[in-house]
T-cell receptor, first 115, second 115 residues
């Protein structure tokens, strides 16, 4: 089991550019979560999916953010256009259920810097 | 709405000291789960423990122990005889599975253990 795989690990982009973050969850996990970590706000849930269907996207900050899960093994988080305040570490996590005994499994994160 | 408060932003201790990290939570559900995660300097999020709302027994795992008290809505984490390798950011989190609410994190406590 390779764990949750996120790419890229680091992304530096210019303001106004489109950014796409990618996540491959653990096989068999029905839930996928996108979190954002900043110094000011800590770890915030952006959106989560169950069986590839978005369940709650109330944490998505603006229309510039969108997330998709076209199949059980892949999800993307897109920011278009990006802004400097989007700079953060974005984590993807997966789980077999909302209250899994061993918690959610997190990827290594994507550190996004928008200049 | 659910909320997790970690009032201690940063703690610094000398190696071999004991240290307690505080966590206070708010929830309206009677069924909920509490978690602690560790984020070492490398950045990944490491699951430490999950406790359900019906089990108030304290938990001990090596130098780590957790004290869950429903009367004060607290789930505190103690590290005994701290070591430099314990230096990390520690997050407390809450989930409410019956309300379909995934993990909500506190803002974290940064622990520095000085040799």
């Amino acid at each position: 089991d390779a764990g949750v795989i996120q790419s890229p690990r680091h992304e530096v982009t210019e303001m106004g550019q489109e950014v796409t973050l990618r996540c491959k969850p653990i096989s068999g996990h029905d839930y996928l979560f996108w979190y954002r970590q900043t110094m000011m706000r800590g770890l915030e849930l952006l959106i989560y999916f169950n069986n590839n269907v978005p369940i709650d996207d109330s944490g998505m900050p603006e229309d510039r953010f969108s997330a998709k899960m076209p199949n059980a093994s892949f999800s993307t988080l897109k920011i278009q256009p990006s802004e400097p305040r989007d700079s953060a570490v974005y984590f993807c996590a997966s789980s077999s259920d909302l209250d899994r005994k061993d918690g959610y499994t997190f990827g290594s994160g994507t550190r996004l810097t928008v200049v | 709405a659910q909320k997790v408060t970690q009032a201690q932003t940063e703690i610094s201790v000398v190696e071999k000291e004991d240290v307690t990290l505080d966590c206070v939570y708010e929830t309206r559900d009677t069924t909920y789960y509490l978690f602690w995660y560790k984020q070492p300097p490398s950045g990944e999020l490491v699951f430490l423990i999950r406790r359900n709302s019906f089990d108030e027994q304290n938990e001990i795992s090596g130098r780590y122990s957790w004290n869950f008290q429903k009367s004060t809505s607290s789930f505190n984490f103690t590290i005994t005889a701290s070591q430099v390798v314990d230096s990390a950011v520690y997050f407390c989190a809450l989930s409410e599975p019956l309300g379909n609410t995934p993990l909500v994190f506190g803002k974290g406590t940064r622990l520095s253990v000085i040799a």
